[in-house]
């Protein structure tokens, strides 16, 4: 008996068994999986968890910083690719990446001179940013293992990741109990929920941190990409990057993207902003109809026709456009993340909102639940 696996592009995933002339469709087998991903320097064993959905959408995430490490969809002839940046391995994550795919906490973003007041005290950060603490410190949410729990069900499957952060770590007050959920359905949605307790009064501000190129991580830069923020504001930065506490309107700067504009199009026009930001790295003040899920970005990558939609419960979103990235870093398949290879849209509350009383508060109390909710649907056009 002869058998043949063919994997047909362009209808999905889809395999068919040829057995004795018997063509059998199998459907691609939507679940979790779990692997052994190594082991960090002091012993500690890193799994890998694989979330597919029923059309083969296909998310890896370790419990390392709860990071994705890839993310596979189809682009417009069903082809599936790897659209965001990171490594093939654990030990570059370990050596240290730009927050490739990693959740961030307790802090997303800066927190100006690394120092905040909080009932009549004053606490200091780790300064990690030069003289600001950027994502949460010297070793973040994302730089911690995580306890790991799978999960399915009907049309989707996840992972439930838990960290305890103890009282005093990187500077912050109180011991903080997070939950991030990261679940898969077969819409091609890509949801991550947060959660959070404490048992003193602190900041938290959790967000993800993955470089998507949606013509596939390592094809080139992300500037052809159109993209739409639904926000007529930003929150304008100094030259280290933290908030002028104003908000500023998009209108009729390089910062407006109400309408879908190539990300390239307006990037080294003479700006202040885009100066102190080496580019876009600024955090949008969304135009918000109430509290619930809303549309905050959508991205269309004319090549591939992917598209990504943002929808989140959040007030702000950190558009970066991987202006960082220089080509020293060597990713997956070997292939060189070069400059703006990348772009991050992290939804989050402002930056420095610890030491901006106009801004929203960050400040989670005991007795309190942090609850956040951002969706990525990908998509295509045609
Ligand atoms: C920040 C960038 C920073 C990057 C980390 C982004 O969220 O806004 O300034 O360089 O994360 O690589």
Not at 46 to 58: D, H
Request: net charge neutral; proline share 6%.
């Amino acid at each position: 008996m002869r058998k043949n696996s063919i994997l047909l592009i362009g209808v999905g995933l889809v395999s068919l068994t040829m057995a004795n002339g018997c063509a059998q469709a199998q459907a691609p087998k939507a679940g979790v999986e779990s692997a052994a991903f190594g082991t960090t320097a002091d012993g500690k064993a890193i799994e890998i968890f694989t979330l597919r959905n029923a059309k083969g959408v296909e998310a890896r995430v370790m419990n390392y910083g709860g990071i994705i490490v890839s993310l596979k969809t189809p682009d417009r002839a069903g082809k599936l690719d790897d659209i965001v940046l990171g490594f093939d391995s654990l030990a570059p994550y370990l050596k240290g990446t730009p927050y490739f795919g990693a959740i961030i906490g307790r802090y997303g973003n800066r927190i100006g001179h690394a120092r905040f007041a909080l009932d009549g005290k004053t606490y200091e950060l780790a300064k990690n940013d030069g003289p600001n603490h950027l994502h949460g410190g010297v070793r973040g949410f994302d730089k911690v293992v995580w306890a790991a729990e799978p999960f399915e069900r009907a049309t989707e499957r996840g992972l439930v990741l838990k960290y305890t952060s103890p009282d005093g770590e990187e500077g912050y007050p109180g011991t903080v109990a997070a939950t991030v959920t990261y679940t898969l359905n077969d819409a091609n949605e890509l949801a991550v929920d947060y959660a959070a307790t404490t048992d003193k009064p602190t900041p938290v501000n959790l967000t993800q941190h993955s470089y998507f190129n949606l013509a596939g991580a390592g094809s080139g830069d992300i500037l052809g990409h159109q993209l739409m923020i639904a926000a007529s504001n930003v929150t304008p930065v100094d030259s280290t990057l933290i908030p002028t506490g104003l908000l500023a309107p998009v209108a009729g700067t390089p910062f407006d993207f109400r309408t879908p504009t190539a990300i390239g199009a307006r990037i080294n026009v003479a700006d202040v902003q885009l100066k102190n930001g080496k580019g876009y790295d600024h955090n949008w003040v969304l135009d918000r109809k109430g509290a619930g899920l809303e549309l905050a970005a959508k991205v269309t990558e004319p090549t591939s026709g992917r598209t990504l939609e943002v929808r989140t419960t959040e007030p702000g979103l950190q558009f970066y456009s991987g202006n960082f990235l220089d080509g020293t870093i060597k990713g997956k398949g070997g292939r060189v993340y070069g400059h703006r290879s990348g772009f991050c849209l992290e939804t989050q509350h402002y930056p420095d909102s610890p030491n901006q009383p106009s801004f929203p508060s960050t400040i989670l109390r005991p007795g309190l639940e942090y609850r956040t909710h951002t969706v990525f649907a990908f998509g295509v056009a045609r």
